[in-house]
């Protein structure tokens, strides 16, 4: 089994440095990934931007995951995947913003008080399959081939 597609989104100020943002999600999308960045106003009227970056394909999707790192994907197996999967059958991650910007992966948590970029993978899988189990052997079989 494998992956539909992968989708990474930045929620970012009009202070915000969104060429780097934009970088920083090419990078983890991968580079045949769209991006497209959308200007509104958040609710207390300020400008705000949306940046999307966005791949159908399940290669560049599992590349996506990929970069993620051992480390990040070991913890994510480790912390209970299950609760990472929601009934859409698709993986959610978030990762600190200001550490992917400057090339680092690290996962952010409960007590993050930072900007996030918010991945979502969509798992492919059919009626039977497990989807935790799909995921789970998907990360698996990227930590014993690296």
């Given at each position: 089994?494998?992956l ?7 929620n ?5 440095n969104t060429d ?9 999308s ?9 200007k ?9 931007y949306?940046?999307?970056a966005q ?5 560049e999707?599992?590349?996506?995951l ?17 609760k ?6 698709n ?7 200001s550490?992917?910007?400057s ?9 993050t ?10 798992i ?11 995921i789970?052997?998907l ?8």
């Amino acid at each position: 089994m494998s992956l539909h597609s992968v989708t990474w989104r930045v929620n970012a100020s009009s202070l915000d440095n969104t060429d780097l943002i934009e970088d920083s999600l090419k990078w983890i999308s991968g580079e045949k990934s769209t991006i497209t960045k959308t200007k509104d106003k958040s609710f207390h009227g300020s400008q705000q931007y949306s940046i999307v970056a966005q791949t159908q394909k399940r290669k560049e999707a599992i590349e996506s995951l990929k970069r993620l790192g051992n480390k990040t994907l070991d913890s994510i197996l480790k912390d209970g995947i299950e609760k990472r999967i929601d009934d859409s059958k698709n993986l959610h991650i978030r990762l600190e913003l200001s550490k992917l910007v400057s090339g680092e992966i690290y996962l952010s948590n409960n007590n993050t008080i930072s900007a996030t970029v918010k991945g979502k993978f969509k798992i492919e899988s059919y009626p039977g399959d497990s989807v935790t189990e799909v995921i789970t052997d998907l990360i698996e079989k990227i930590l014993d081939s690296s």
